[in-house]
């Protein structure tokens, strides 16, 4: 079957780094993605990845391994404004998305 | 600024009522879709429609159905509502070959159902 597993709560500190896991199990693969749902808003595209390896973007990076089926997201600087769910979705061979259920990162001072 | 916009936030139906949630992208996009979330679970895909006219079955497409006459806008109808349907209803929409590319999520619809 088809999974995406992540970690149901986090908590750091402000101005500290997390590291979200999101674990994924796919029939065929085309791509990680990864979104972020402040509470009562709609979900945002944080990042894509399709290849091996970090991409950047600002205080967030996304990283994939296609061999382990494993990808994070890696906030730094953390700031308050970052509490929210974070949500990993994989792509399957069909273009369709499969959800986790969502990280809820919590920001304390 | 793109963007998707869902007629109600929020809506309190009767078991047995019959349901229409709307929603309109103005971003020419292709792709629309509906999904459902629910805590602890993903998102999950209800119906999807590739062009107008089109529509495609989900994850989850019992006890609902979809309307697409115009690009821009994708209709999600309950046609008897039930209390298991309480939930919140999320419409995207994203340019490209199936899902490809960057979902844009309207703000959602929460319905309660009685």
């Known amino acids: ?109 | 600024d793109v963007k998707v916009t869902q007629s109600s936030r929020y809506l309190v139906k009767r078991t047995g009522e019959k349901v229409f949630l709307e929603c309109v992208q103005d971003m020419d996009h292709e792709n629309m879709f509906w999904y459902r979330q629910d805590p602890g679970l993903g998102l999950r895909l209800i119906y999807f429609s590739y062009d107008v006219k089109m529509k495609e079955k989900g994850d989850i497409p019992e006890g609902y159905s979809v309307s697409r006459e115009k690009k821009e806008r994708f209709s999600l109808i309950l046609e008897s509502a039930s209390t298991n349907q309480t939930s919140m209803y999320l419409c995207a929409s994203s340019s490209g070959t199936g899902e490809i590319g960057e979902l844009f999520f309207g703000e959602g619809s929460r319905l309660t159902v009685l």
């Open chain 1, 1 to 109: 079957g088809q999974n995406i597993d992540q970690p149901t709560e986090m908590t750091a500190t402000e101005g500290a780094i997390v590291q979200i896991n999101c674990t994924y199990q796919t029939s065929g693969f085309n791509g990680l993605f990864w979104y972020q749902q402040h509470a009562g808003e709609a979900p945002t595209f944080l990042s894509y990845n399709v290849l091996d390896g970090l991409e950047e973007k600002g205080r967030f990076s996304s990283f994939l391994s296609r061999s382990k089926g494993y990808s994070y997201l890696l906030l730094k600087e953390l700031q308050m404004k970052d509490s929210a769910s974070y949500l990993c979705a994989g792509m399957d061979s069909n273009y369709q998305l499969i959800w986790g259920a969502g990280t809820k990162l919590i920001i304390k001072p």
